[in-house]
Nanobody, 116 residues
Framework: QVQLVESGGGLVQAGGSLRLSCEAS????????MGWYRQAPGKQRELVAG???????NYADSAKGRFTISRDNAKNTVYLQMNSLKSEDTCVYYC??????????WGQGTQVTVSS
């Protein structure tokens, strides 16, 4: 059974930083591309950052220059370092296992709240 357990969310002031972690189990982690998505109330879930099994990354325009996605295959963990946080970054953030058809598995989500 695949499990994705996110941690690291919380309340932070605007301009601050948070580091999200997602530990995966039940799958061959290093074989899969991974992603971080986010969803604000009343809005669609959107991709924030993705990382391939080989370590190539891509970012939403809103995340470029501020967020960094990385992975540690030895720890079955993907990270999202978020700097210079803004109030509009307030969302539930989801870790995801990606594949050719989209998202294969979702984490349970972690709340990030940025106060201005």
């Amino acid at each position: 059974q695949v499990q994705l357990v996110e941690s690291g969310g919380g309340l932070v002031q605007a301009g601050g930083s948070l580091r999200l972690s997602c530990e995966a189990s039940g799958l061959s982690f290093g074989s899969y591309p991974m992603g971080w998505y986010r969803q604000a109330p009343g809005k669609q879930r959107e991709l924030v950052a993705g990382i391939t099994s080989g370590g190539s990354t891509n970012y939403a325009d809103s995340a470029k220059g501020r967020f960094t996605i990385s992975r540690d295959n030895a720890k079955n963990t993907v990270y999202l370092q978020m700097n210079s946080l803004k109030s509009e970054d307030t969302c539930v953030y989801y870790c995801a296992v990606r594949w050719q058809f989209g998202v294969k598995y979702w984490g349970q989500g972690t709340q990030v709240t940025v106060s201005s």
